[in-house]
């Protein structure tokens, strides 16, 4: 030791972050500058300090995912063992009612309908302990009030709204169980009101659980519309705010403020205007207090100023040729639009029924795709598959790269849509660019299986080039997305495509697994907000509906290749509880898993 020290002089500094003692650095004396000193000093305590962040923030992390692990289990177990009581139950009743007598069978039939009521409530309560935690599935659509309350057909005509239609009727009979008066709606500027009269339920109905788990969910349906509900002495209002051109309104004004949904109104802002855009079955400039305006134009010059606008998609024009063309110049009006960024989130009230799709940007293209008719060209994969892809257009089919020449001499496709991935894909898609006819060409790739990283990270350098699973295109949720592409609607850039590329590779990878959204948006290095905006805009739908979409496919081919009972399906596509993935399977195909399996089985034998 003391051969080490003869040589000079050392200096012994503490260290420490924030009055937090890490030790000692002990360093010889090159020089005496006492700032250099110094900073050495505050640089390795620095450098301490990181490293400690870095590991609590994976402690951090490990403590995210053991809670999300346990939620998982325990809406697992709590889920499952509310059904499947209740579902063990109504089976049994069904085999003692075919066995009683007719005089019993009655008192059988009002058991079987309790246990109906239980059951219904009970997924009503699992409902609303999935939406305390944003994992209550929403597919969102347009469609009119009338479709929900056909009791209000006299009281419109009404404005499309941009909403989640099965949920919106849980949502009426939720609250109906508690307040059955009359049903009245009314236009107000920021949304959609409906007032359910009568007093609120009263003694033991007002006391018991359900009835509060009820309207708990009810209400938090609205609040995820970015609506607002409100109970009063009068009886019970919700408000349902208008959609905006790209999809859902921003802004959501906070529960119980509504000077409109009180009923106690608010003047208008003068300043405001409502753009029509063709004539309307309403008198808007009454009902609203504002100015109309005609002119896109003018509105473009001023576009803060627009409190709404308005238009009637409804056909009027048919087998008319004047009323026709100016139809067509609305729709044109509407689709023009799209390039007006200022305009994609005010209120749009449509009226007319002939308008489908997720937002109205998607129906407006796929409205006007009828005017044109482009030739969607399936490379190496059936175009027989997807029949809902093709309206007015023209399919193609080619069986390979090599004949794409001959294929695109007469008429350049709109879209090009190949089944290949990694270097088949990579082939086609080189081929696709070289040639003048399509090097700008929008391409789909439909593979059965992404879980080819360094294949998903080749496509990832090719711009106009979006990716879907092969199983969730079929279902039809993604056609609308393809008609859009094919008409012109944009793809998104590069980079931002990539991500999409990639949260699509995790999905196939963890699928069977619990998927967090921190986890997805951690594992592509960019914000949950940003990634779920990013992929409404590519895919045509939200993460959550594809996942669902993947993973309800997973579970067909399961039902039909393996004698796994639903339950264990359900486990080993993700799903939290048997429960929840009978109706998200429900949903997507039309019928229970049970009843799939049985279709399967009795299609083989014939």
């Not at 994992?135 to 404005?159: K, N, R, W, Y």
């Not at 044109?332 to 937002?359: D, I, M, N, V, W």
């Amino acid at each position: 030791m003391e051969e080490q020290y003869a040589g000079g002089v050392f200096m012994v500094q503490p260290l420490f972050i924030e009055n937090r003692s890490l030790g000692y650095f002990i360093h010889n004396v090159p020089f005496y500058d006492g700032v250099i000193l110094e900073e050495l000093r505050s640089t390795i305590s620095n450098a301490f300090k990181g490293i400690f962040l870095f590991e609590e923030a994976d402690r951090a992390k490990q403590i995210a995912e053991q809670a999300e692990r346990a939620k998982t289990e325990f809406f697992a177990a709590i889920g499952n063992n509310l059904y499947d009581p209740f579902t063990e139950l109504i089976d049994s009743i069904d085999k003692i009612e075919k066995n009683t007598p007719p005089n019993i069978r009655e008192q059988i039939a009002g058991l079987r309908s309790l246990a109906e009521q239980r059951q219904e409530r009970t997924n009503h309560l699992i409902d609303l302990s999935l939406s305390q935690i944003d994992e209550l599935s929403f597919s969102m659509g347009l469609f009119s009030i009338t479709d929900v309350l056909p009791c209000l057909a006299s009281q419109g005509p009404f404005p499309l709204l941009a909403a989640d239609k099965v949920r919106l009727q849980d949502t009426v009979s939720l609250i109906r169980e508690v307040y059955s008066g009359d049903i009245s709606a009314k236009l107000r500027l920021r949304g959609l009101e409906l007032h359910f009269a009568g007093p609120a339920a009263q003694g033991e109905l007002a006391a018991a659980p359900e009835t509060n788990h009820a309207l708990q969910l009810a209400e938090r349906i609205i609040l995820i519309h970015k609506g607002e509900l409100i109970r009063d002495e009068r009886g019970c209002s919700i408000l349902i705010p208008w959609p905006a051109y790209m999809g859902q309104s921003p802004s959501r004004p906070a529960p119980g403020t509504s000077a409109e949904t009180k009923g106690r109104g608010s003047p208008p802002d003068t300043d405001k205007y409502l753009l029509a855009l063709s004539s309307l079955p309403i008198d808007a400039g009454s009902l609203f207090g504002l100015p109309l305006m005609g002119s896109l134009e003018k509105a473009l010059a001023m576009p803060e100023r627009i409190a709404l606008i308005l238009w009637d998609a409804g056909d009027s024009g048919a087998g008319d040729r004047a009323l026709e063309a100016e139809a067509l110049e609305a729709y044109k009006k509407a689709a023009a639009l799209r390039s007006q960024a200022a305009f994609f989130h005010t209120p749009f009230l449509c009226f007319g029924t002939g308008l489908a799709g997720e937002t109205l940007s998607a129906a407006v293209d796929a409205k006007l795709q009828n005017e044109k008719t482009g030739t969607i060209l399936f490379i190496g994969i059936d175009g027989e598959m997807f029949p809902s892809w093709i309206d007015t257009g023209q399919r193609a089919q080619i069986h390979s790269a090599a004949d794409l020449a001959d294929a695109v001499a007469n008429a350049p496709p709109s879209l090009i849509v190949s089944g290949a991935i990694g270097s088949e894909a990579i082939e086609t898609i080189e081929a696709i660019r070289r040639h003048p006819v399509t090097a700008m060409t929008a391409l789909i790739l439909l593979p059965e299986s992404i879980r080819d990283s360094e294949a998903v990270e080749q496509l990832c350098r090719y711009p106009r080039v979006v990716l879907c699973h092969r199983s969730v295109a079929k279902l039809g949720e993604f056609s609308g997305r393809a008609r859009a592409i094919a008409a012109g609607e944009p793809i998104l850039p590069l980079y931002t495509g990539a991500l999409v590329k990639k949260a699509l590779l995790y999905f196939e990878k963890h699928a069977k697994s619990h998927i967090s959204r921190w986890k997805l948006a951690d594992s592509v290095n960019v914000s949950e907000d940003y990634l779920t905006r990013v992929f409404r805009r590519e895919m045509g739908c939200s993460l959550w509906e594809y996942l669902n979409q993947y993973r309800v496919c997973l579970a067909a081919e399961m039902l039909t290749h393996t004698g796994d009972t639903i339950n264990e399906i359900a486990a080993r596509t993700g799903f939290q509880d048997q429960a929840y993935f009978c109706r998200v399977f429900k949903k997507i195909y039309g019928k229970a898993p049970g009843q799939l399996r049985n279709a399967k089985k009795a299609g083989k034998v014939q």
